[in-house]
């Protein structure tokens, strides 16, 4: 029997996340099939229930649930309780187990597959809500010179920065936090837009100057053409662009192996995905 998984969010009608679980179940012989579920705002917890009584195994959580997800989770991994935030669930009867591979994701997209450095570089991450909570822990494991939090409301970036610091392997990094005024006459190496702005539009204000010479900017959302936040990297002479399909990609992988035991090949999905997004870009 078909084994059955899916992503929910809302909006969910743009993801990737389909089409990616059919590549890498093609690719390693597994017998699943994988959908888009749109939940209500207030509609997590049914639309799970809903999806488990359909024989639903496992599912990956997207904007804005990944907060509510790690409250609904009865166990979860080391990395989903550092985080305080979940984007995969597991179902194995009554259990649920929740875990967090976003920051895992980001990291071997930007490492590995972009093959930029973060030790010792200055990075600043934008956003404190579920996105940027599933990322910093394994950004400050890489050892950043510095790690700004930058968010509109000041309090939730104080809040999650304060989350870090009481974790003992973290206490000695330079973690700051704050609004986006104060961020300028600062420059970075690695700006890393963790908002949700993108799906809607928007750009965070982000002042100028913030890219330093060579830096790379990272949109953790992903479009058919550049985001606002990508373009105004691009206008203020950032080195490098680069969106969030690799990040999902790799953390598509990591939430299938907890499903199946299995570890997909990510090189050929990202390449079909790029493949297709300029495709696309070139008929409008």
């Not at 639903?56 to 997207?62: F, L, M, R, Y």
Request: hydrophobic share 45%.
């Amino acid at each position: 029997m078909t084994d059955l998984y899916a992503v929910v969010g809302n909006p969910v009608a743009h993801s990737r996340s389909p089409a990616i679980h059919a590549e890498f179940a093609r690719a390693t012989g597994q017998d699943l099939r994988y959908e888009a579920l749109l939940a209500p705002f207030d509609g997590l917890a049914r639309t799970l229930a809903d999806f488990r009584g359909r024989g639903g195994k496992g599912c990956n959580v997207t904007v804005p649930f990944k907060l509510e997800a790690f409250r609904l989770a009865a166990q979860l991994s080391a990395r989903a309780q550092v985080a305080e935030a979940v984007n995969t669930l597991k179902f194995d009867g009554d259990a649920v187990f929740g875990d967090n591979t976003d920051g895992v994701g980001l990291i071997r997209d930007i490492r590995q597959n972009l093959g930029w450095p973060i030790e010792g570089k200055r990075v600043l991450l934008m956003g404190a809500g579920g996105a940027a909570q599933g990322v910093l822990a394994p950004l400050l494991d890489e050892h950043p010179a510095t790690l700004v939090i930058a968010n509109r409301t000041p309090r939730k970036a104080e809040e999650l920065a304060g989350h870090m610091r009481r974790i003992e392997r973290f206490r000695s990094r330079l973690i700051n936090a704050g609004p986006y005024p104060e961020l300028k006459g600062k420059q970075f190496d690695i700006v890393i837009n963790a908002t949700s702005g993108s799906l809607s539009g928007e750009l965070p204000p982000l002042p100028r100057g913030v890219f330093a010479a060579e830096s790379l900017a990272y949109d953790m959302m992903y479009g058919q053409a550049l985001t606002p936040f990508l373009g105004f990297a691009q206008a203020e002479g950032a080195g490098r662009l680069a969106d969030g399909i690799g990040m999902l990609v790799e953390q598509a992988a990591e939430s299938f192996f907890l499903w199946r035991g299995v570890r997909p090949d990510t090189a050929p999905v990202i390449t079909l995905l790029k493949m297709q997004q300029e495709t696309v870009n070139h008929k409008q």
